[in-house]
């Protein structure tokens, strides 16, 4: 019978998953945490090179193909001895068919396939051998059957270390399958499993589980959110400032809105005392006025249509002689009018 032991995560993700490892990867039960602690037989490591330890003592290492700053070129380089170049060699061909492939009799290592083109450098996301859509769980549990395969038809070092750390938030995805394949298919074997925590929550005290200080990064939606009520309110704020800002002008120039309405007011006052007046003291008005002749256009233009206007001849030619050289069209129509009419 497989016993199922958990590795203390050097490295720990505290602010990813909401849902905690054992959570996930037992059942639903309403079991208590002490219960599902001892489920577990639990690993616990000092330091950082616990996977290159494995390595050495000849356990069978199953990782997934993403090389750079990684456990899988951790324990290739320093566990196994195989150099960046190399590395890129093997996961190549792993990666682009998309099956696991085991590097032994030379090493007890085995790679499971990663769905983007990576190596010593960077991942490269535009190169995706899924084709956008990743790998489905049937995929995965083909890939991890494989592993556990390849440990009892050909390595059987009797130990299986799985190391899925430099997935992220997929680690919690690729060890539930492991740990249903371990309970459905693979119950019987008389093999060590090793696993790595998500988050170390299986190593906290019962006492202290309560307390256990997780923060979550927010949802995409909730982000959108976010990020929508803060427009809506500069949105709001602009609006209200450029409110503010009509008012304050509106205040500035209501003086000269007044003085301006007033004026108009006159004027137009004006206008209509002169056109009730005959047609001698209008001319005469006009001829005496210090205002613009342009201010007597509406006038004139009345007066032009009146059969008598040859008998004010004079005032008519004093009227003529305020235009302006350079008057607009409209008036020099008027007064080539005024000349006809004299």
């Keep these: 019978m497989n016993k199922i032991i958990i590795v203390e995560n050097s490295n720990p993700i505290k602010k990813r998953r909401k849902r905690l490892i054992l959570l996930d990867i037992l059942t639903e039960s309403e079991t208590s945490f002490k219960e599902r602690q001892e489920s577990y037989n639990r690993f616990e490591t000092n330091n950082y090179l616990d996977i290159i330890e494995f390595a050495k003592k000849g356990y069978h290492i199953v990782s997934v193909g993403i090389i750079g700053l990684t456990n899988f070129s951790n324990v290739c380089q320093y566990g196994f001895g195989i150099k960046q170049p190399k590395q890129e060699l093997y996961i190549s061909k792993i990666n682009s068919l998309k099956e696991t492939g085991t590097l032994y009799p030379s090493y007890c290592l085995t790679i499971l396939p990663f769905r983007y083109s990576t190596n010593a450098r960077m991942t490269v996301n535009s190169i995706d051998f899924t084709n956008g859509e990743g790998f489905s769980r049937e995929e995965v549990v083909t890939h991890i059957t494989d592993a556990i395969n390849a440990e009892l038809t050909y390595i059987k070092s009797g130990n299986i270390v799985f190391d899925f750390r430099d997935l992220g938030d997929e680690m919690i995805w690729y060890t539930n399958v492991l740990r249903n394949l371990l309970i459905d298919q693979f119950f019987d074997i ?153």
């Design 190 to 342: 008389n093999c060590n499993i090793y696993f790595y925590s998500f988050n170390n929550e299986e190593f906290i005290d019962t006492k202290e589980v309560e307390s256990y200080p997780l923060v979550y990064f927010e949802s995409e939606k909730k982000k959108f959110e976010k990020r929508k009520l803060d427009r809506e309110r500069i949105i709001a704020k602009e609006k209200l400032e450029k409110e503010k800002k009509l008012e304050k002008k509106r205040k500035e120039n209501e003086p000269k809105f007044i003085a301006h309405n007033n004026k108009v007011s006159l004027d137009r006052n004006e206008i209509q005392k002169l056109e009730k007046l005959t047609i001698e003291k209008q001319l005469k008005y006009i001829l005496e006025s210090p205002r613009p002749i342009y201010f007597f256009y509406s006038t004139l233009e009345k007066i032009i249509y009146n059969k008598d206007l040859s008998k004010y001849s004079v005032l008519i030619e004093g009227i003529i002689n305020r235009f302006k050289i350079n008057e607009k069209k409209k008036f020099r129509i008027l007064k080539i009018k005024l000349l006809e009419e004299t």
